[in-house]
């Protein structure tokens, strides 16, 4: 394979990786070739791009498998073959799913079926570990990508694109997982004061897509290290902990799993997915009550006393003014609370819409869309091998070509994960490797008889599943509907 990888479509003069070819002496192809490390760089996305692809593996078939791309007659064939891979990828993918449900069961939130067993500790440490492996790899999959829980400067920040303060005790979690998938921003306006109030347009960072699991730390675990770290007696730390855990709902228990997956949420509001989110009063908040709570009670304590001083030989009228002054503090005390619930009503607000899935609903989307994204990067890899001779030391720039072609078809810049593909095509039998890393395709109509006759080995040879995937606890009669 030529060092200078160019991938044509011909007659549309439009690169893609449907025809990698060495740079052309003619015709009506045309080559895009890349000119230096840099611009590969550039065009591949190596700068911080996702591996995610934002293209719909629908209109990716499509756009693979036009005629003018493959030689007369096999365009149909590649169209099967991709149909095939797509049902085969799904499958696979769905399978591993029914192992990750059937270990999930005994941490389901949602379950309103009878339990027959209970299971030991043990167990259940053997379980949960295996729905955390799980997780990730479908997150890995995916193509989200994990942020650190630790790094207290992104988690917790103190700026609010809704306006809000908001604050988070990481140190309740037992497990904590948060990825995301496109980090993107969104154009809003918004009346600001260096504008005379007038609306300005300002771009807001966001997570396209947003991944959270968490399990609460047992209450007495939890007791033990706040004693520890906060030096308190364990009465003091019951007392604080009890006020942290009594801003979860009633029904969160720490011996559930709970995952919650979120759209489009501002990168400066991560702690409203949080459940125990705590709403706190911003400073320019705290000024502005005190100032007009402040100079409202002053006045009105200014005039009550003056009534007092002049109805202090009249009972009646020096009731009145208690029962004034009473009234101005009760007023000011009740600005404070619906101010808080304020910032609580625009919370759950925005939480509604940026909801998309609960716990098992999550795991089922999970399992799509790293499937999804699974087939995407195969049938853009098989796109190449398929058309020429291609050794693995050539796979940088296979890659570079076909993230160019992303780049030039639908404009989008991704980094793309070849090696993860070839794997798996690698694993399926599609590709072989030689002793000398020569890359060996099956031919498009080929390679979909090979996909028909593993259905036929996996219906004939359905495994136990959880066995399968390495643990050895039996899991019955806990189902986990939602």
């Keep these: 394979m030529s060092s200078a990888v160019g991938v044509a479509e011909a007659g549309t003069g439009v690169p893609a990786p449907g025809a990698v070819v060495s740079p052309p002496t ?39 498998t036009r005629p003018q791309a493959w030689p007369p007659g096999v365009a149909a064939e590649v169209r099967r073959f991709f149909r095939y891979l ?45 729905v955390i492996a799980e997780v990730k790899r479908l997150l890995k999959q995916a193509n989200y990508v994990p942020v650190d829980a630790r790094d207290v400067k992104l988690i917790l920040t103190r700026e609010s694109h809704y306006g809000l303060e908001l604050h988070v005790d990481l140190g309740a979690f ?44 047992p209450f007495e675990r939890r007791v033990e290290e706040v004693m520890r770290e906060s030096k308190l007696s364990r009465s003091e730390a019951e007392k604080q902990v009890r006020k942290l855990r009594s801003l979860l709902p009633a029904e969160v228990r720490d011996d559930s799993i709970y995952m919650k997956l979120f759209k489009n949420i501002p990168r400066a509001d991560l702690e409203m997915i949080f459940p125990n989110t705590r709403v706190m009063f911003r400073p320019l908040d705290k000024i502005k009550l005190w100032v007009t709570g402040g100079a409202g009670l002053g006045v009105g304590m200014f005039g009550a006393a003056g009534k007092l001083a002049v109805a202090t030989s009249n009972p009646v009228a020096a009731a009145g003014a208690m029962a004034g002054i009473g009234g101005i503090v009760f007023r000011q005390a009740m600005s404070f609370i619906n101010q808080r619930q304020r910032y609580m009503v625009i919370m759950a607000q925005n939480l509604y819409f940026h909801a998309m899935a609960d716990n098992r609903g999550v795991m089922v989307k999970l399992a799509d869309r790293a499937a999804e994204e699974d087939v995407k990067e195969e049938m853009l890899l098989y796109s190449v091998l398929a058309k020429e001779k291609v050794n693995r030391r050539d796979l940088t720039a296979v890659d570079e070509a076909i993230e160019r072609y992303l780049a030039n078809t639908f404009g989008v ?69 939602d």
């Design 26 to 64: 003619g015709g009506a192809e045309t080559a895009v070739v890349a000119s230096s490390a840099s611009e590969a760089a550039q065009l591949g996305g190596r700068t911080g791009a996702e591996h995610f692809i934002p293209v719909t593996r629908f209109a990716l078939m499509d756009r693979l």
């Design 86 to 130: 797509d049902y085969w990828r799904h499958q696979q993918h769905n399978a591993a799913l029914l192992a990750l449900e059937q270990a999930y069961e005994p941490f389901s939130p949602d379950s309103d079926l009878f339990v027959t067993r209970q299971f030991s500790d043990a167990e259940r440490e053997q379980l949960g570990a295996f």
């Design 174 to 217: 037992e497990e904590l997982l948060i990825y995301y998938r496109g980090a993107s921003t969104r154009r809003e306006r918004r009346r600001t004061l260096r504008r005379f109030l007038r609306k300005q347009e300002f771009e807001v960072p966001i997570y396209r897509r947003l991944f959270v699991l968490f399990k609460l730390k």
């Design 413 to 481: 810049t991704v980094n793309f994960d070849d090696a993860d593909a070839l794997s798996r095509l690698i694993r399926d039998g599609i590709v072989t490797e030689a002793a000398d890393g020569t890359l060996h395709t099956m031919p498009p109509r080929e390679a979909a008889q090979h996909i028909d006759r593993k259905w036929d080995e996996v219906l004939d040879n359905l495994p136990d599943l959880i066995e399968t995937a390495g643990v050895e606890v039996e899991v019955s009669g806990n189902g986990a509907a």
